[in-house]
């Protein structure tokens, strides 16, 4: 009696077909992405303060108004408040406003990829701080298109690749995928 009890208990289970999918899963996807580190009993949970922001400022020299310039930053969420509050106090709170903020794989690449370009561009790039030509005619809304391009483009880079690592492995035989 308690034999068929458990037998009914397990085909009613949602995956009752497969009673280690969440294994074959994981297995599949380490195949997929390389990773052949074996599964640790730890899972790893998504933390929010672990995504990292990419942003742009606006800054207006009082000195000198004509002056086009933009301050880049990447902070995670968790810094994100106090690396904003630190840029505000170095270059005045009223002489800047925020101009574009986004979650990026990696705030450094996606920082390296917009000074390349606008160094491309012939634009005067040290550190942070990005300064149009006076001739340019560059604003803010040109700036943030030309960085939200830059930004879907980043994203693109790592969609194709995963989607490239995904082809890869689907041509293998089925008796290679069976996990």
């Known amino acids: 009696m308690t034999t068929s009890t458990s037998t009914e208990e397990a085909i009613a289970t949602p995956n009752s077909a497969y009673a ?8 599949y996807m380490r195949r997929v992405f390389c990773i052949y580190k074996p599964k640790t009993e730890a899972r790893n949970e998504y933390d929010s ?4 922001y990419f942003g742009i400022l606006s800054l207006t020299d009082v000195r000198a108004p004509r002056r086009k310039l933009w301050y880049m930053y990447y902070a995670t969420m968790d810094q994100l408040d106090n690396t904003v509050d630190r840029i505000h106090r170095k270059y ?7 101009l574009f903020r986004k979650p990026v794989y990696t705030g450094a690449g996606m920082r390296s990829r917009v000074k390349n370009h606008f160094s491309g561009l012939k634009w005067y790039v040290k550190g ?12 803010d809304e040109k700036v943030v ?7 879907e483009t980043e994203k ?6 995963l ?3 995904n082809d890869h492995f689907k041509s293998y035989n089925y008796i290679y995928i069976n996990a």
């Open 156 to 161: 693109r880079k790592y969609y194709d690749y």
């Open 20 to 27: 280690d999918l969440e294994m074959r899963l994981e297995t």
């Open 92 to 98: 005045g709170q009223k002489n800047m406003y925020e």
């Open 128 to 139: 942070n701080i990005l300064e149009a030509p006076p001739s340019s005619c560059y604003n």
């Open 49 to 52: 303060k672990d995504v990292e």
């Open 145 to 151: 298109n030309t960085v939200a391009d830059l930004y």
């Open 163 to 165: 989607m490239l690592r």
